[in-house]
């Protein structure tokens, strides 16, 4: 019965995302700080009913190109 099996995707953003009430699907608050709608509070940093929406999160901004290690004839054939 292998042919019903659904493929597993691989989650976004990696796997290595510590859980944190920020990412949570349950936190109420839309930026500042973190309001749980289950209204638990967190055993170390997140609860047991966490569950991450990848929406919520913001991804790293890119680092900055370095210019200045190249020049116009590294490019060039």
């Not at 995302?17 to 209204?39: D, W």
């Not at 509070?41 to 919520?56: F, I, S, T, W």
């Amino acid at each position: 019965m292998k042919w019903f099996r659904k493929k597993k995707h691989p989650p976004l953003f990696g796997n290595n995302i510590a859980p944190t009430c920020a990412y949570c699907q349950h936190n109420a608050a839309a930026s500042g700080p973190v309001v749980c709608s289950l209204k638990r509070k967190p055993d170390g940093e997140a609860c047991k009913k966490y569950q991450y929406d990848p929406l919520r999160r913001e991804p790293q901004v890119a680092p900055a190109l370095q210019t200045s290690r190249y020049s116009p004839e590294d490019f060039q054939l």
